[in-house]
């Protein structure tokens, strides 16, 4: 059964940084790309971007360029989203996902509070 | 960028009403098209794909039908397990690009 687990939750202070993992299993992790999509809370789904896992290429939408970065690494078939200079407003649940396998990860809330 | 508009942003049904939702894009985007379902606290699941192939173990009232710019997802007599909130995601170009949700409430 496919699963991808992600960390969990995080709290942390304006202007500090946080990765998020998201580890998968049951599949060849090099053949599906790993999309990140965002939820702030009370609100709609965001689509950040994806990273090709077979290259470690990223690609970013619009408001998550410059802050976050995907990452990856296929010996233990994880991708990761960090986020630095943290701000109030990236508080917000992140999710990673393989479209063409539909499924998600359980989602990792990051909260950020002084 | 393709944006997506989705309507509407809430209902209120009752149990064993039918429900139509829509998706219009800003451009045409064949039928490049996903409805998927949240409910609270948990991660979306996909209903449907290519705008109207149904997921294994989707009940079949939920259908998807549309093609190029407008989309609609209908549940043909709503069950208590579907107050949710839905959302389409088009899957034709870069980047990717969710509706704003449409929360199904009990009225």
């Known amino acids: 059964q496919v699963q991808l687990v992600q960390s969990g939750s995080e709290l942390k202070k304006p202007g500090a940084s946080v990765k998020v993992s998201c580890k998968a299993s049951?599949?060849?992790?090099?053949?599906?790309?790993m999309t990140w999509v965002r939820q702030a809370p009370g609100q709609g789904l965001e689509w950040m971007g994806w990273?090709?896992?077979?290259?470690?290429?990223?690609t970013y939408a619009q408001g998550f360029t410059g802050r976050f970065v995907f990452s990856w690494d296929t010996s233990v078939s994880t991708a990761y989203l960090q986020i630095s200079s943290l701000k109030a407003e990236d508080t917000a649940v992140y999710y990673c996902?393989?479209?063409?396998?539909?499924?998600w990860g359980q989602g990792t809330l990051v909260t950020v509070s002084s | 960028d393709i944006q997506m508009t989705q309507s509407p942003s809430s209902l209120s049904a009752s149990v064993g009403d039918r429900v139509t939702i829509t998706c219009r894009a800003s451009?045409?985007?064949?039928?490049?098209l996903g409805w998927y379902q949240q409910k609270p606290g948990k991660a979306p699941k996909r209903l449907i794909s290519?705008?109207?192939s149904l997921q294994g173990g989707v009940p079949s009232r939920f259908s998807g039908s549309g093609s190029g710019t407008d989309f609609t997802l209908t549940i043909s007599s709503l069950q208590p397990e579907d107050f949710a909130t839905y959302y389409c995601?088009?899957?034709?170009?870069?980047?990717?690009?969710f509706g704003q949700g449409t929360k199904v409430e009990i009225k």
């Open positions: 996902f393989v479209r063409s396998l539909d499924h």
């Open positions: 995601l088009q899957n034709n170009s870069y980047p990717r690009t």
């Open positions: 451009q045409g985007i064949r039928n490049d």
């Open positions: 290519a705008a109207s």
């Open positions: 990273i090709n896992t077979k290259t470690g290429h990223p």
């Open positions: 049951e599949y060849t992790f090099a053949s599906y790309d």
